[in-house]
């Protein structure tokens, strides 16, 4: 052993959500842990998460609320460290929080209150972290992993991966995580942006020019990947395409070529334009779409429909038809705003490869992987953070 090498009993790579919640679990069980990060403060993306609240997790998790290859993987880790867990945690460092939606908990001050608690938990343990140095190289014999540092190496019998995926990467975000699977003979499933804005093509001008105008949409996507997910939330007009949380969410299921559609005025019945028609014949389509929906969009649409003047004037055919469209507007992105803008990366560390008891490499024993990094992808929400905790708890409690 040289002068600088270290000796652990588990190193974790990345001092994000993940690695500093395995960090502190392993720590408390009395393992000798390092924490290694190149960015110069750990949990970066924790502290802009939630528009700076963090939701830290959501009340609703449920294994079908994650995209993965194998929908199965997750459901071992979620069940045994829930949402209540966290929530139990969070607590008990006095952290104050509240139900934004949908089962949404958010810290009520700042998502700094999220970090503190995991550093805090990180020193009970005794966690060596170490931040602001370039990982140069880890290799494996004789059983131990050796991680060279900036200048220093470590070694230990156990290494974790927990450095997340490429989305965001002017926040130090990379896919050194897939580096590593593949040097260790870990397949990866092709990572993709999720939880992404979504563009439109020049022929969607009309919507495009619609920036800033939102409204409740139900977004589905037709589409291999789509199947029966559906998702009621806002639906935001860009000047680039379409974003807010409907489209966010589906998102991650769009591939190249699918179609995605949006059903407007959510809550109308089969039939109301017609209904519409004998009750007020004298009301315009355009006046009848703008009670529900922002002035500029019902424009936009009724000009799309190709419908103008007085609900008694156009035939209940046209009406039907007009109807069928609102229920189901066909939008064909051309792509996404990429990982520039992707709030996770869905793909990542084929869990074929690895225990979902313990996220254990099934063929190298000693490595682990965790969080984002590997491919489990949750909706927006909430669920991704849960699923950082609870890998990050399976594997610190098998280190
Ligand atoms: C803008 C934004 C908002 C979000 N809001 C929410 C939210 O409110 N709720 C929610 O559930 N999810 C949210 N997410 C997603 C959530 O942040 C991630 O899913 C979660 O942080 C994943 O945890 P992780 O520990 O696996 O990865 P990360 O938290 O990304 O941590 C990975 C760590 O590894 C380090 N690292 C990367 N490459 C290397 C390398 N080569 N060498 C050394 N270290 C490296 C990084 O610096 C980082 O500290 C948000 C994401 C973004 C981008």
């Known amino acids: 052993m040289t002068k600088e090498e270290k000796a652990y009993d588990a ?12 960090a502190a679990t392993a720590g408390q069980r009395g393992r000798r842990v390092l924490l290694l990060d190149h960015a110069g403060q750990p949990g970066k993306k924790i502290l802009i998460s939630g528009g700076g609240r ?19 993987f997750a459901k071992s880790a979620l069940s045994r460290y829930t949402p209540a867990d966290f929530l139990a945690l969070v607590e008990s460092h006095g952290i104050a929080w509240h139900e934004k939606t949908l089962g949404q908990l958010f810290c009520d001050e700042s998502a700094k209150q999220i970090v503190a608690m ?54 130090g975000a990379t896919g050194f995580a897939y580096d590593l699977a593949r040097q260790f003979g870990l397949k990866v499933v092709q990572p993709r942006p999720a939880l992404v804005p979504l563009t439109l093509p020049a022929e969607d001008a009309l919507f495009r020019d619609l920036s ?35 489209i966010l969410q589906i ?34 389509l355009r006046k009848v779409l703008s009670e529900d929906l922002p002035d500029r969009l019902a424009e936009a649409l009724c000009e799309r429909l190709g419908l103008s003047g007085d609900l008694g004037n156009l035939s209940d055919k046209a009406l039907a038809a007009a109807e069928a469209r609102l229920a189901r507007w066909p939008f064909v992105p051309n792509g996404s ?4 803008k992707a709030e996770v990366t869905a793909g990542g560390i084929d869990t074929s490869g690895l225990s979902s008891k313990t996220m254990e490499a099934r063929k190298v024993p000693g490595l682990y992987a965790i969080g984002e990094a590997v491919d489990v992808t949750g909706w927006l929400g909430g669920y991704n953070f849960q699923w950082a905790w609870a890998s990050a708890r399976a594997a610190g409690l098998a280190l």
């Open 212 to 246: 800033g105008v939102s409204t409740e949409v139900i977004a589905r996507v037709n589409g291999k990947g789509g199947g029966k997910v559906a998702f009621r939330e806002a639906a935001l007009f860009t000047h680039r395409g379409l974003s807010g949380p409907a």
């Open 11 to 22: 190193i974790v790579l990345g001092a994000g959500a993940a690695g500093m919640f395995c």
């Open 337 to 340: 705003e990429g990982f520039a």
């Open 251 to 284: 998102s991650s299921y769009w591939q190249r070529g699918d179609t995605i559609t949006t059903q407007f005025l959510p809550d109308r019945e089969e039939g109301w334009l017609k209904t519409l028609k004998r009750e007020r014949p004298k009301a315009g």
């Open 118 to 171: 995991l550093l805090e938990e990180c020193a009970k343990g005794g966690v060596d972290l170490q931040c602001g140095e370039a990982i140069r190289s880890v290799d494996h014999a004789d059983g131990l992993f050796r991680v060279s540092h900036g200048d220093n190496t470590a070694q230990a019998p156990a290494l974790v991966i927990a450095t997340g995926g490429p989305s965001i990467p002017k926040m």
């Open 54 to 72: 963090c939701n830290f997790t959501n009340l609703h998790t449920a294994p079908d609320r994650y995209l993965a290859q194998n929908p199965h």
